[in-house]
């Protein structure tokens, strides 16, 4: 019984361990408009706490951060794109924002 229950307790550890890497949302611009806030525009969730927001493609966008202050884990831009993220919220990367974009640029002041 002792070592099942140590199976147990591995398993809801790893289980927790993976959840807490949150989900990956990329930026699709279908909802009509600019605002991070906005579902349409990551194809039906806004990205949150311990999530990954992934910019990507080759025509250029702006962000609007118009949520409140949003905090994410990863910010992942790639592509040939000039990216703006504007705003006057500012959004929270508490991980790394990065950037590996061919021919583009990212232009911020608010993250």
Do not use: E, H
Request: hydrophobic share 40%; with cysteine.
């Amino acid at each position: 019984m002792k070592r099942m229950s140590c199976v147990v307790l591995a398993v809801a550890v790893y289980a927790l361990a993976v959840c807490a890497q949150g989900s990956v949302y990329t930026w699709t611009a279908g909802g009509g408009d600019t605002s991070w806030a906005t579902a349409g525009n990551w194809g039906g969730t806004a990205p949150g706490s311990g999530d990954t927001a992934v910019f990507s493609g080759s025509q250029s966008r702006t962000v609007t951060i118009d949520a409140s202050n949003p905090t994410i884990n990863t910010v992942n831009v790639t592509g040939a794109a000039a990216w703006t993220f504007a705003g006057t919220n500012t959004l929270n990367v508490t991980n790394s924002f990065n950037y590996s974009d061919t021919a583009g640029y990212v232009t911020t002041n608010t993250v």
